[in-house]
């Protein structure tokens, strides 16, 4: 009786219900985020963003910006529109994140719907939001417009191949320019759309002459709007690969034939691990079998397999000559419901005949399971992978549990045991292994999402590196409404470039960013200075720099009135003029650990009082350590304790124009001693000196 209830409930019902299910779970789990760490991505969308929900233009830094899509920005503008808090508006963008993210379900309930009954094609859209990526929803990035629209120019394609109509042909191609809006990437798609015709023939064992003449205005179409592309190109002064926009330095580049096979063998081997094996087994034994299907398998077949070979080669080329450190699974997992359909497909024809070639089903399944033996994962495992490779952070998360300490064991049995449940599933109870799939992804979701590798925690840990003991929105608080932008002063490191891009992500009222060693990796619009002699910073053609408020790293003190500080050292001011150094520090090194000896130095002083935040090294030091500062013939003391931080308050007299602080640290050590030749360290430190903040009297 509550079976027969169960089928009475219509598809669409429990289409929406999936719908709803994902977008609650992945809306509360991306609340557990507290800011970005895919940078320098997530600053630009965001910025993309709320340029195009201020005045329709997309502006990174207030700079006209081309090449990168543009429909996850608009998407996602209405939050910055309806929000002027960015914390808020970033709460916003992660919940139309899990909302549109989820839509996948959609395309992908058709996709399958095509070739399987409605229950496996329900199963399809469940497995499609049950994936670890869909954890990008905490993240303001173009995988959750892209996901979904992927799988639905898949679903045009195939809808085309099955009756290639004037209408549909050209509603593929329209759907792949959005998707090319989205993500440049999507011009891997041309190749696909091209080739599936042509496979399709081979499917139906069709001559290529009538294919030409079904398709002929895809074809035509293609060929006409390519030359008058490059016509356009020629035209501006442009070429081809501008068209890539800020990834045209993709196009400029010669690829190593082998480099690109190996990485397109890792890649394919990852997507295999990552959706665990049985759905690449499957679609394998399908696809072995495609001109014996149906016609509504054959037309997706020919759609899958030229779209997931082009992306995979697109992403593996990429990926030899940038970021070579990772495997660029974050471009790849699109393809994993089209693995899903080609196992659904397998599903329901396991009663007809697809169990009676065993030595084909054995390939299959040692094909699928081997593959990703062949990733070298101690090349791959590390930081990168937190964004890139959601596939590793599990084996990342074990790797001290390893079976007899090695990987590579550990990974094949893993694999073999999924690869055997394909060749041992009895007929009836095929249906278990789509189970078995969403268990493994269940499996993922811990270490993916907060693992000690996971989002979670990277969310947390750059947050952490750039906003310390202050609301993420903190520079917003601090200046005055409707006053002239923050200008921000980054030192180079050691002090983290994250520094930059938090306070930026989270604060309207942050604009030009300055440095003095080398701008952000991925800069755009920033500016150098230098200090003259006098301490006066100028620009790169002589200027002084003039700017009324500005955020500094703690490198340069400048001018003028602090008005906020954070716990980690940023500092915001009011200047008072021309920026100008005040404020100079020897004695120090990059680490914050001290010599013997520290001087602190102060331009235009004015009197006041100078607080130092110190703190011992417990690694190091036994116990408490002394520190002493003298002024003008004034000595003052404070015990630095083992463990914590120590604040010590120095009285600056008034009337000195320069006014000068020395330290002496009682007792230092050299850490390579202290430590028998455990530490490397050659270095005689003393103490941190972290914060040095100085209020002047008036």
Known sequence: MRSRGLRAVPAWAWLVAIVAASTAFRAVAARSMPGPFIFIDELIYSELAKSFAAGGHFLVRGVPTSGYGVVYPVMVSPAYRLFHNLPMAYAAVKTVNSLVMSLAAVPAYYLARRVVATPLALLAALLTVAVPSMVYTGTVMTENAFYGLFLVVVLALVWM??????????????????????RAQSLAFVPAVLAAPLLLAFFERRPLRPTFERFGVLYGTTVVGGLLLVLFQVLRGRSLGDLLGAYSVVGHQHYDVRRVADFTLWHASDLALYVGVIPLAASILVATRARRETREVQAFLAAAIPVAVSFTVVVAAFATRFASDRIHERNLFQLAPLLFVGLLVWVSRHDAGMRRSWPLAVAAVAVAAAAPLTIPYSRFIGEPARGDTLALLPIWTINRHFLAGSVLLTVGLVCAGLGVLVLLVPR????????????????LVQPVLAGP??????????????????????IDDAVPKGASQVSVLWSGPPVDQFVVWQNEFFNRAVGQVYYTRRPTDGAIDEKPIR???????????????????????????????????DTHGESLWRLRGPLFSTTTVTGLYADTWSRKHVTWTRRRCRGGVLRVTLNSGPELFSGPNRVDAEIGGRRYSVTVARLGLTKMRIPIPEGLATCVVRFTVAQTLVPSLVTHGRNLDTRRLGAHFDIFEYRTAR
């Open 161 to 182: 191949l099955e009756r290639p109509t004037v209408l549909r042909q050209l509603l593929a191609l329209a759907l792949v320019v959005v998707a090319y809006l989205t």
């Open 428 to 443: 009836r109870g095929a249906v278990a292994l789509p189970i078995v799939v969403l268990a493994w992804f269940a499996l």
């Open 453 to 474: 590798h996971g989002f979670k925690h990277s969310s947390a840990g750059a947050v952490f590196q750039g906003i310390r003991g202050v609301d993420r929105d903190w």
């Open 531 to 565: 200090f003259d002699r006098s301490g006066l910073a100028h620009t790169a053609g002589g200027r002084l720099v003039r700017v009324r408020y500005l955020l500094t790293d703690g490198a340069v003190t400048p001018d003028g009135r602090l008005i906020a500080l």
